[in-house]
């Protein structure tokens, strides 16, 4: 079974307007008393390939009922499970083959990641709220790279401080770069569902990388910060001091509020 599709199909359980979305529904549309049945429908083909997934009877590979057995089965009509499945396809979790029915997959962090910002972006201060998920994601991974960093995590992070290095004047390529370097100590973790949490986020994470970067990438003392600090999280984790690697990442997001803060204020004064 895999996690992140519980993840996944549990959020779309929770939001009904998600999944109705998702479905192709207008949101704010409320649902209306002949429309009832038919959302009962949907949310009974969800259940059920929810449960069927959760309880690991569907794998990655494995086909789906077919059509008229899922319909008859769930008592709703063909058309409830086609849009169901054309549904469940949008989101990644299956892959409707013509003439040979519907086959369970996992979810690449392309389509997590899609559906990840469209919900997230909905709501009011959805940058500053991701960094919350980010910490909590990267004071995990930074422990868990300190233990399980391999030699070529550690020339990957390398690569990526270089790189830091290289664009540190430039808020687009350089966001990119600190984004890459971040994402490099994930991959460390040697943790795939960290792994899939934060790829499900990337999109607003790179965008949040770029947005706090351009506004502190004038301030003094910014250059010397940004590779300065990242150099130390990379010596913390060849020296696979975790409580250092944690403390230094707590500072990292600190002092990056700072200057965060500064650039809010000399901008206030300009
Ligand atoms: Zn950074």
Not at 110 to 115: I, N, P, Q, S
Not at 126 to 137: G, K
């Amino acid at each position: 079974m895999e996690l992140v599709v519980a993840v996944l199909l549990d959020r779309l359980r929770i939001g009904r307007h998600s999944v109705r979305a998702i479905l192709g529904h207008d949101m704010n549309a409320g649902l209306t008393r002949a429309e009832e049945p038919e959302a009962r429908g949907y949310e009974k083909v969800f259940a059920f390939v929810r449960e069927q997934l959760l309880s690991g009877q569907l794998k990655a590979g494995d086909r789906l009922l077919p059509e008229r057995e899922l319909a008859t089965r769930l008592g709703v009509s063909r058309p409830v499970i086609r849009e169901v499945l054309r549904g469940l396809a949008a989101i990644g979790v299956i892959e409707i083959r013509h003439g040979s029915g519907s086959v369970v997959r996992r979810p690449g962090f392309a389509e997590l990641g899609d559906l990840f910002t469209m919900m997230l972006a909905q709501q009011a201060e959805v940058v500053e709220d991701v960094m919350e998920a980010r910490i909590a994601i990267e004071r995990q991974a930074i422990r868990l790279a300190c233990a399980r960093a391999t030699a070529g995590d550690l020339h990957a992070l390398r690569q990526a401080l270089q790189l830091i290095e290289d664009t540190v004047k430039d808020p687009q390529i350089g966001g990119d770069a600190d984004f890459a370097f971040h994402a490099a100590l994930i991959a460390a973790a040697h943790a795939p569902t960290l792994a899939s949490l934060h790829a499900a986020i990337a999109v607003l994470l790179q965008r949040s990388h770029f947005e706090r970067r351009e506004r502190i990438t004038n301030l003094d003392g910014i250059d010397a910060y940004l590779v300065e600090h990242h150099r130390q999280l990379l010596d913390a984790v060849v020296a696979r001091d975790a409580d250092l690697a944690d403390r230094l990442l707590m500072q990292h997001f600190e002092i990056g509020s700072q200057f965060q803060r500064r650039a809010a204020a000399e901008t206030g004064r300009a």
